[in-house]
């Protein structure tokens, strides 16, 4: 299953998961960027959205 998002991510954060995410749209802003991406990994998506 694909999963598609949109969110803000700090650069740091897309660099560290550009392996598992594909980026649709990007808007970079100061130390992140307000993007939209696609995902089939589960586990990224529950790491990226956990909430502390």
Do not use: H, P
């Amino acid at each position: 299953m694909t999963y598609t998002y949109k969110t803000y991510m700090m650069n740091k954060d897309i660099e560290k998961y550009s392996k598992d995410i594909t980026i649709i749209d990007r808007k970079q802003m100061d130390l992140g960027a307000m993007i939209t991406f696609t995902t089939e990994n589960k586990k990224v998506l529950d790491e990226i959205f956990c909430e502390d």
